[in-house]
């Protein structure tokens, strides 16, 4: 059982079909109501995640955390947000 929450930087993410995701790198937290809102997987897996983009893990999509965190859901591919490009000034 973990004390503390940062017990979870470091550990392994895995996808409901077992699929490697990443490592947890940091937690996102909400100071204001003083609970983690996600988890910040940076080096995410290239099969799962356009260019291996770092991805926040929503903490509702997390089945179960032990050894390592299981998610409860994960879409099936992430692609990385291309910025809209302004119009050029005249």
Known sequence: ML?????????????????FLGNVN??????????V????????????????KAVNVPFRWIQAIGDIVLLKYFPKRVNAR???????EK
């Open 37 to 52: 809102d996600g988890l910040f997987v940076s080096e995410s897996n290239p099969l799962l995640v356009e260019d291996s």
């Open 82 to 88: 291309r910025p809209t490009p302004k119009p050029a």
């Open 3 to 19: 004390e503390e929450a940062s017990e979870i930087i470091g550990m392994q993410v895995y996808t409901p079909n077992g699929v």
């Open 26 to 35: 940091n937690l996102v937290v909400d100071v204001e109501e003083r609970k």
